[in-house]
């Protein structure tokens, strides 16, 4: 297997790791706090290999993740499409960026994603939440460089081994 073709494992189990994190039960305290686990990988492997992860991808961990949370199917899928799409426009300077810059980019997706998903709730009539609706956005930029690191060191471990 070549190494354009490596890795390809690794990047599948991420992402079922993240919906497996989203799932994970907490306690009620906390649950506000929980950060974008499906965002967070699908901007990492959009930023790392945006050749063989992009929009594609990110709907369909979207209706995944629409599925496990019984949201309204499409609400996560377009919300993570739209933020896998502007992540592959900015991966050759969101590359370059240090670490922190890199987090605060993250965040400004999460938020993004979490707009587009309050808006989709708003047109079906739900509530509006309170702030912290707005805290995973916080807690996924605090995370960023520990998901950074751990996918970035499992992808180059995979593809140093082929």
Not at 66 to 92: E, F, M, P, T, W
């Amino acid at each position: 297997m070549s190494a354009r073709y490596a890795g390809g494992w690794v990047i599948t189990l991420s992402l079922v790791s993240a919906l497996l994190l989203t799932l994970f039960p907490m306690p009620a305290a906390a649950q506000v706090y929980r950060p974008e686990w499906v965002a967070l990988v699908v901007i990492y492997w959009c930023l790392a290999v945006p050749e063989r992860v992009g929009v594609g991808v990110a709907w369909v961990m979207g209706i995944l993740l629409d599925v496990i949370s019984g949201s309204l199917l499409g609400q996560h899928a377009l919300a993570l499409a739209v933020v896998a799409y502007i992540a592959l426009k900015l991966h050759r300077q969101a590359r370059l960026f240090p670490l922190w810059q890199q987090a605060f980019m993250v965040m400004l997706l999460i938020i993004m994603e979490q707009m587009l998903n309050l808006w989709v709730q708003g047109i079906i009539g739900q509530a509006p939440r309170s702030w912290k609706y707005w805290l995973p956005a916080l807690t996924s930029m605090l995370l960023w460089p520990w998901v950074f690191f751990l996918l970035r060191d499992l992808r180059r471990r995979y593809v140093a081994s082929e």
